[in-house]
Protein backbone atom coordinates (compact mmCIF):
# COMPACT_ATOMS: atom_id res chain seq x y z
CA UNK A 1 0.00 0.00 0.00
CA UNK A 2 2.64 2.26 0.95
CA UNK A 3 4.44 1.70 -2.29
CA UNK A 4 1.03 2.67 -4.37
CA UNK A 5 0.96 5.47 -2.65
CA UNK A 6 4.39 6.54 -3.29
CA UNK A 7 3.70 6.05 -6.88
CA UNK A 8 0.41 8.44 -6.79
CA UNK A 9 2.57 11.28 -5.09
CA UNK A 10 5.65 10.61 -8.05
CA UNK A 11 3.11 10.46 -10.13
CA UNK A 12 1.29 14.02 -9.41
CA UNK A 13 4.31 16.18 -8.34
CA UNK A 14 7.04 15.04 -11.01
CA UNK A 15 7.69 18.23 -12.74
CA UNK A 16 9.17 17.36 -16.17
CA UNK A 17 8.58 13.52 -16.87
CA UNK A 18 11.23 13.85 -19.74
CA UNK A 19 13.67 15.09 -17.81
CA UNK A 20 13.77 12.44 -15.45
CA UNK A 21 13.75 9.66 -17.75
CA UNK A 22 16.30 11.04 -19.98
CA UNK A 23 18.57 12.35 -16.92
CA UNK A 24 22.69 11.81 -17.59
CA UNK A 25 22.49 10.17 -13.60
CA UNK A 26 21.06 7.23 -14.64
CA UNK A 27 19.09 7.38 -11.73
CA UNK A 28 15.26 8.46 -12.57
CA UNK A 29 14.20 8.48 -8.90
CA UNK A 30 17.43 10.81 -8.07
CA UNK A 31 16.14 13.23 -10.87
CA UNK A 32 12.75 13.36 -9.78
CA UNK A 33 13.66 13.95 -6.14
CA UNK A 34 16.30 16.49 -7.46
CA UNK A 35 13.33 17.94 -8.87
CA UNK A 36 10.58 18.31 -5.98
CA UNK A 37 13.10 18.66 -2.83
CA UNK A 38 15.44 21.27 -1.74
CA UNK A 39 18.92 20.51 -2.72
CA UNK A 40 19.56 19.24 1.46
CA UNK A 41 16.82 17.15 1.80
CA UNK A 42 16.74 15.62 -1.48
CA UNK A 43 20.52 14.18 -0.26
CA UNK A 44 19.14 13.38 2.75
CA UNK A 45 16.69 11.14 1.02
CA UNK A 46 18.83 9.55 -1.53
CA UNK A 47 21.55 9.28 1.46
CA UNK A 48 18.75 6.91 2.73
CA UNK A 49 17.78 5.40 -0.22
CA UNK A 50 21.53 3.98 -0.72
CA UNK A 51 21.27 2.64 2.88
CA UNK A 52 18.17 0.29 2.38
CA UNK A 53 19.65 0.10 -1.11
CA UNK A 54 22.41 -1.78 0.60
CA UNK A 55 20.18 -3.72 3.67
CA UNK A 56 18.00 -5.08 1.12
CA UNK A 57 21.22 -6.48 -0.72
CA UNK A 58 22.21 -8.26 2.57
CA UNK A 59 19.16 -9.68 2.76
CA UNK A 60 19.03 -10.96 -0.74
CA UNK A 61 22.59 -12.07 -0.17
CA UNK A 62 21.32 -14.06 3.09
CA UNK A 63 18.53 -15.93 1.22
CA UNK A 64 20.74 -16.86 -1.53
CA UNK A 65 23.59 -18.32 0.58
CA UNK A 66 20.90 -20.07 2.01
CA UNK A 67 19.51 -21.22 -1.46
CA UNK A 68 23.56 -22.01 -1.91
CA UNK A 69 23.86 -24.15 0.85
CA UNK A 70 20.82 -26.06 0.22
CA UNK A 71 21.96 -27.09 -3.68
CA UNK A 72 25.34 -27.83 -1.85
CA UNK A 73 24.03 -30.27 0.19
CA UNK A 74 21.87 -32.08 -2.02
CA UNK A 75 25.19 -32.80 -4.59
CA UNK A 76 24.27 -29.99 -7.23
CA UNK A 77 26.72 -28.18 -7.56
CA UNK A 78 30.31 -29.15 -8.59
CA UNK A 79 32.75 -28.90 -5.03
CA UNK A 80 29.50 -29.41 -3.85
CA UNK A 81 30.94 -30.95 -0.52
CA UNK A 82 33.20 -27.91 -0.10
CA UNK A 83 30.53 -25.21 -0.12
CA UNK A 84 28.10 -27.35 1.95
CA UNK A 85 30.91 -27.92 4.81
CA UNK A 86 29.85 -26.32 8.03
CA UNK A 87 32.27 -24.18 9.74
CA UNK A 88 33.37 -25.78 13.06
CA UNK A 89 33.66 -22.23 15.34
CA UNK A 90 30.24 -20.81 13.76
CA UNK A 91 28.07 -23.77 13.10
CA UNK A 92 27.19 -22.08 9.74
CA UNK A 93 27.97 -22.87 5.97
CA UNK A 94 30.99 -19.85 5.99
CA UNK A 95 32.00 -21.76 2.37
CA UNK A 96 28.56 -21.28 0.16
CA UNK A 97 28.07 -17.28 1.95
CA UNK A 98 32.01 -16.96 0.90
CA UNK A 99 31.40 -18.55 -2.58
CA UNK A 100 27.95 -17.13 -3.35
CA UNK A 101 29.54 -13.23 -2.50
CA UNK A 102 31.76 -13.96 -4.98
CA UNK A 103 29.57 -15.01 -7.63
CA UNK A 104 27.59 -11.77 -6.55
CA UNK A 105 30.25 -9.42 -6.76
CA UNK A 106 31.81 -11.09 -10.26
CA UNK A 107 27.99 -10.14 -11.76
CA UNK A 108 28.49 -6.65 -10.26
CA UNK A 109 31.31 -6.23 -12.49
CA UNK A 110 28.84 -6.51 -15.69
CA UNK A 111 28.33 -2.64 -14.84
CA UNK A 112 31.38 -1.63 -16.36
CA UNK A 113 30.03 -3.45 -19.33
CA UNK A 114 27.97 -0.87 -20.00
CA UNK A 115 23.84 -0.60 -19.24
CA UNK A 116 22.61 -3.25 -21.61
CA UNK A 117 24.23 -5.94 -19.80
CA UNK A 118 23.87 -4.77 -16.24
CA UNK A 119 20.34 -3.85 -17.35
CA UNK A 120 19.70 -7.57 -18.49
CA UNK A 121 21.02 -8.81 -15.09
CA UNK A 122 18.93 -6.56 -12.72
CA UNK A 123 15.93 -7.00 -15.15
CA UNK A 124 15.31 -10.71 -13.98
CA UNK A 125 14.82 -9.85 -9.79
CA UNK A 126 11.39 -9.32 -9.96
CA UNK A 127 10.60 -12.00 -12.17
CA UNK A 128 12.89 -14.55 -10.45
CA UNK A 129 11.13 -13.67 -7.14
CA UNK A 130 7.74 -13.61 -8.26
CA UNK A 131 8.40 -17.33 -9.95
CA UNK A 132 10.26 -18.69 -6.72
CA UNK A 133 7.92 -17.48 -4.21
CA UNK A 134 4.41 -18.89 -6.42
CA UNK A 135 5.95 -22.47 -7.05
CA UNK A 136 5.10 -23.60 -3.09
CA UNK A 137 1.58 -21.29 -3.86
CA UNK A 138 0.83 -23.26 -7.10
CA UNK A 139 1.47 -26.30 -5.73
CA UNK A 140 -0.48 -25.52 -2.36
CA UNK A 141 -3.57 -24.60 -4.84
CA UNK A 142 -3.64 -27.18 -7.90
CA UNK A 143 -1.50 -29.69 -7.49
CA UNK A 144 -1.51 -31.01 -3.71
CA UNK A 145 -4.13 -29.50 -1.78
CA UNK A 146 -5.12 -32.37 -0.03
CA UNK A 147 -1.85 -32.48 1.39
CA UNK A 148 -0.90 -29.36 2.69
CA UNK A 149 -0.16 -28.92 6.86
CA UNK A 150 -0.38 -25.59 7.81
CA UNK A 151 1.58 -24.18 9.90
CA UNK A 152 0.69 -22.44 13.48
CA UNK A 153 0.12 -19.73 11.59
CA UNK A 154 -2.04 -19.57 8.62
CA UNK A 155 -4.86 -18.23 7.00
CA UNK A 156 -7.32 -20.47 7.57
CA UNK A 157 -10.73 -20.45 5.14
CA UNK A 158 -8.89 -17.01 3.24
CA UNK A 159 -5.69 -19.49 2.34
CA UNK A 160 -7.39 -21.26 -0.74
CA UNK A 161 -8.96 -18.06 -2.11
CA UNK A 162 -6.01 -15.51 -1.70
CA UNK A 163 -3.42 -18.36 -3.45
CA UNK A 164 -5.72 -18.11 -6.33
CA UNK A 165 -5.82 -14.17 -6.60
CA UNK A 166 -1.46 -14.70 -6.12
CA UNK A 167 -1.34 -17.20 -9.45
CA UNK A 168 -3.70 -14.60 -11.52
CA UNK A 169 -1.39 -11.79 -10.25
CA UNK A 170 1.77 -13.54 -11.11
CA UNK A 171 0.26 -15.18 -14.22
CA UNK A 172 -0.37 -11.16 -15.44
CA UNK A 173 2.83 -9.54 -14.61
CA UNK A 174 5.32 -12.07 -15.48
CA UNK A 175 4.66 -11.78 -19.11
CA UNK A 176 4.36 -7.71 -18.11
CA UNK A 177 7.58 -7.78 -17.08
CA UNK A 178 9.31 -9.32 -20.63
CA UNK A 179 7.83 -6.55 -22.51
CA UNK A 180 10.01 -3.93 -23.64
CA UNK A 181 9.03 -0.28 -22.50
CA UNK A 182 9.39 1.16 -26.44
CA UNK A 183 8.39 -1.01 -29.82
CA UNK A 184 8.44 0.04 -33.64
CA UNK A 185 11.07 1.89 -34.42
CA UNK A 186 12.50 2.73 -31.12
CA UNK A 187 13.20 -0.30 -30.35
CA UNK A 188 16.97 -1.44 -30.70
CA UNK A 189 19.35 -3.51 -29.10
CA UNK A 190 19.89 -1.06 -26.13
CA UNK A 191 16.34 -0.65 -25.31
CA UNK A 192 15.33 -3.85 -25.70
CA UNK A 193 14.18 -6.11 -22.46
CA UNK A 194 16.30 -8.96 -22.35
CA UNK A 195 14.54 -10.93 -19.56
CA UNK A 196 13.12 -13.40 -21.39
CA UNK A 197 16.31 -14.73 -22.22
CA UNK A 198 18.51 -13.64 -19.58
CA UNK A 199 15.79 -15.59 -16.71
CA UNK A 200 14.44 -18.26 -19.35
CA UNK A 201 17.48 -19.08 -20.97
CA UNK A 202 19.30 -21.26 -17.71
CA UNK A 203 15.38 -22.13 -16.74
CA UNK A 204 15.22 -23.89 -19.69
CA UNK A 205 18.75 -25.50 -19.80
CA UNK A 206 17.90 -26.21 -16.35
CA UNK A 207 14.29 -27.95 -17.53
CA UNK A 208 16.21 -29.76 -20.23
CA UNK A 209 19.23 -30.78 -17.40
CA UNK A 210 16.41 -32.07 -15.02
CA UNK A 211 14.62 -34.57 -18.10
CA UNK A 212 18.13 -35.82 -19.60
CA UNK A 213 20.16 -36.37 -15.87
CA UNK A 214 19.09 -34.91 -12.76
CA UNK A 215 15.38 -36.97 -12.09
CA UNK A 216 17.17 -40.24 -12.80
CA UNK A 217 19.27 -39.24 -9.55
CA UNK A 218 17.95 -36.37 -7.63
CA UNK A 219 15.28 -37.82 -5.39
CA UNK A 220 14.26 -34.32 -3.52
CA UNK A 221 16.28 -32.30 -0.71
CA UNK A 222 18.30 -33.96 1.89
CA UNK A 223 16.94 -33.82 5.50
CA UNK A 224 19.35 -32.73 8.02
CA UNK A 225 17.39 -32.37 10.88
CA UNK A 226 15.53 -35.58 12.69
CA UNK A 227 12.01 -35.14 12.23
CA UNK A 228 8.76 -37.20 11.54
CA UNK A 229 5.32 -35.25 10.52
CA UNK A 230 2.83 -37.77 12.46
CA UNK A 231 -0.70 -38.56 11.40
CA UNK A 232 -3.94 -37.88 13.26
CA UNK A 233 -3.15 -38.32 16.55
CA UNK A 234 -0.10 -39.84 18.42
CA UNK A 235 1.73 -39.42 21.97
CA UNK A 236 4.98 -39.60 22.85
CA UNK A 237 6.07 -39.33 26.58
CA UNK A 238 2.51 -38.75 27.32
CA UNK A 239 2.41 -35.55 25.36
CA UNK A 240 -0.29 -35.62 22.38
CA UNK A 241 0.11 -34.29 19.11
CA UNK A 242 -2.14 -32.73 16.76
CA UNK A 243 -2.61 -33.30 13.14
CA UNK A 244 0.30 -32.44 11.03
CA UNK A 245 2.48 -31.26 13.98
CA UNK A 246 5.84 -32.40 13.66
CA UNK A 247 7.81 -33.84 16.55
CA UNK A 248 11.48 -34.33 17.47
CA UNK A 249 12.81 -37.77 16.49
CA UNK A 250 14.00 -38.93 20.21
CA UNK A 251 16.09 -42.63 19.47
CA UNK A 252 16.88 -42.62 23.12
CA UNK A 253 13.29 -42.89 24.21
CA UNK A 254 11.45 -44.86 21.65
CA UNK A 255 11.35 -46.07 17.76
CA UNK A 256 9.22 -44.44 14.66
CA UNK A 257 7.23 -47.56 13.48
CA UNK A 258 4.71 -46.64 10.52
CA UNK A 259 4.29 -43.05 11.76
CA UNK A 260 3.34 -44.38 15.08
CA UNK A 261 5.58 -44.16 18.65
CA UNK A 262 6.34 -47.43 20.04
CA UNK A 263 7.81 -46.75 23.62
CA UNK A 264 10.89 -48.94 24.77
Known amino acids: MFGWFLSLVTAYTVVDISTVLGSGLGQPFAAFVQQVLPQKIALAVLSLTIIAGFSMGQGCMIAASRVTFAYARDDVFPFSKFIA ?152 EGVEAGKGEILERAPSKGNLVDGMVENE
Not at 128 to 145: E, Q, Y
Open 85 to 236: TINQRTRTPVNAVIVNCSVGCLLLLLIFGGSLAAGALFSIGAIAAFVSFTIPIFIRVLVAPERFHPGPWHLGKFSLPIGIVGLVFVALMVPVMCLPAVTGDDLTVQTMNWTICVYGGPMTMVMIWWAVSARTWFKGPKVNVEHVRVGDMVAI
